[in-house]
């Protein structure tokens, strides 16, 4: 039995302790928060031990995997800690603040082979990973382009900017669905509330064979949407995360170019099919996470959004960064993305 210990009970630490609770060969042992309303909840709601001391939780002797569902700006010294207490740990979104926090993680898990995983939790939805199949499949054909739209109205956050809170989400889904490496980034942003980051911005990644993906995050939006489109050559892909059932559409829809050089002759004709709704799996996805983890943990094995993940998205939230205080400079990926 894997004792869990979570700290931070505020707006996704419930949910962490709902799953963990129900998963086969875990454990909570403890749940921890410095504001005591929190803890009361998570006495009532599941029986867990509680504790104000994060250091409790990291000492406790029946914790082998800490849980960190803090704000950004805390997760790497609470992850190090953890660590170096000889315990593995599940991150939330995105890992650290920076390239160089996220490496010294992954070197320490690495170093005391201890599991580090990150809560990339979309790529556990049933959604992405029939994406990620489709996609591997080669049915689709060649990859085009990524174009999502994640907006809404608020929630606003004091230490990360909206790239770090939501395109965090569409850049681990393209890391995992695509299995591309990027060549460059670009993003322009502003902030609109006084004393507070960029609350609206706008990111284009440029990959090898003309792939191309353009994020447009937003904290002002009067609507919520959190959808992309995937197009292929041969077919194409609508993911609508907020579609409570029917959260993918594939389109037989395309083009086909006519390669004879004559000018009087059509170059660029278009083909349209049949619309195709995949079945799901409708299993949650931090439920999926959560045995996921578990059994990183028993049988030693990388989890599917490690470390690394973790890292790779982090270089990009950073080089965008970086290209959004330059009004949109394209940042080279192997040059100065470690800003």
């Known amino acids: 039995m894997i004792g869990i210990g979570v700290i931070g009970y505020g707006?996704?630490?419930?949910?962490?302790?709902?799953?963990?609770?129900?998963?086969?060969?875990?454990?909570?042992?403890?749940?921890?928060?410095?504001?005591?309303?929190?803890?009361?909840?998570?006495?009532?709601?599941?029986?867990?031990?509680?504790?104000?001391?994060?250091?409790?939780?990291?000492?406790?002797?029946?914790?082998?995997c800490v849980v960190i569902a803090t704000p950004v700006s805390t997760h790497f010294d609470l992850a190090m800690q953890a660590m170096q207490a000889g315990k593995h740990v599940l991150i939330e979104k995105p890992m650290a603040l920076n390239v160089e926090q996220a490496m010294r993680l992954v070197e320490e898990a690495e170093r005391r082979a201890l599991v580090l995983m990150v809560d990339h939790t979309f790529i556990y939805t049933g959604a992405v990973r029939k994406i990620k199949e489709l996609l591997s499949s080669g049915e689709m054909g060649q990859v085009y382009y990524y174009d999502s739209a994640r907006v809404n109205l608020g929630l606003f956050q004091d230490d990360v900017d909206v790239i770090w809170d939501l395109a965090t989400h569409d850049l681990a889904i393209m890391d995992y669905v695509l299995s591309i490496p990027p060549e460059a980034i670009s993003a322009t942003g502003v902030a609109h509330v006084p004393g507070h980051p960029e609350d609206v911005a706008y990111i284009s990644i440029f990959?090898?064979?003309?792939?191309?993906?353009?994020?447009?995050?937003?904290?002002?939006?009067?609507v919520k949407l959190r959808r992309?489109?995937?197009?292929?050559?041969?077919?194409?892909?609508?993911?609508?995360?907020?579609?409570?059932?029917?959260?993918?559409?594939v389109y037989d829809k395309g083009i086909w170019v006519n390669q004879d050089n004559r000018v009087h002759e059509l170059r660029v004709g278009y083909r349209s099919g049949d619309v195709w709704l995949p079945k799901l799996d409708g299993t949650e996805a931090l439920a999926v996470e959560a045995r996921h983890l578990i059994d990183c943990i028993e049988n030693g094995s990388h989890p599917l959004t490690d470390g690394l993940a973790g890292l790779r998205v982090v270089r990009l939230l950073a080089a965008a960064t970086q290209s959004m205080r330059a009004r949109g400079q394209i940042i080279e990926l192997n040059q100065g993305a470690e800003l």
């Open 228 to 249: 992309a489109l995937i197009g292929c050559s041969k077919k194409m892909i609508v993911y609508d995360d907020l579609e409570p059932s029917e959260k993918i559409r």
């Open 11 to 64: 707006y996704w630490g419930p949910n962490l302790v709902r799953n963990f609770t129900a998963t086969p060969g875990a454990h909570v042992v403890t749940a921890c928060d410095v504001r005591e309303e929190r803890l009361a909840l998570a006495r009532k709601q599941y029986g867990v031990g509680t504790t104000t001391d994060h250091r409790e939780v990291i000492a406790d002797s029946r914790v082998d």
């Open 207 to 222: 990959f090898p064979d003309n792939v191309i993906a353009h994020l447009h995050v937003n904290w002002l939006a009067p």
